[in-house]
Each structure stands twice: as C-alpha cells, then as structure tokens.
C-alpha cells in the first residue's frame, strides 16, 4: 500500500519522492489493473480510505514531501 511504501522511504531516510500511479479509489471503476485483485470493501470505502490515506500523507509531511506527477484523489493538507 501507499502508506507502506511511505514508511518504508521514511525509515530508508527519503525526505523527497514523486509518485505515479497511486491514483485512489473510486467508488465507480475498478480499483486496479487486474479486477479480480480487487476487494469488495475498497469500492465500499473509498471515501473513507481516501482520507485516512490522504491525513496520513499530511501528517507525514514533515518526514517527508510527497508530489504526484499523475492524477490523485489524495490531498496533502497544510498544517496549520
């Protein structure tokens, strides 16, 4: 998963990295290139895996800044 990587790049030391591909889940297309990988809840939640994923890349931003060079549904929020 997204997050997995993230903390992966975290713990390697990575401060900067760009991502393609992690495009987040949709309610209304498959979630993957091959659908039969796909689970039944990811389409079920995809609002909801969508923020936490998105609260986790923004509390990470500290550790690390993340830049999509494809289209997201993940949003990196401002502290403030």
Request: aromatic fraction near 14%; hydrophobic fraction near 40%.
């Amino acid at each position: 998963s997204l997050m997995m990587f993230t903390k992966l790049l975290m713990n390697m030391g990575i401060t900067d990295v760009a991502l393609a591909g992690f495009d987040g889940y949709s309610q209304d297309r498959s979630n993957y290139f091959d659908s039969s990988k796909e689970y039944a809840e990811a389409k079920n939640q995809a609002e909801y895996l969508n923020l936490y994923t998105s609260m986790f890349l923004s509390n990470s931003a500290d550790r690390i800044a993340v830049e999509f060079i494809t289209d997201t549904k993940y949003k990196i929020l401002n502290k403030c």
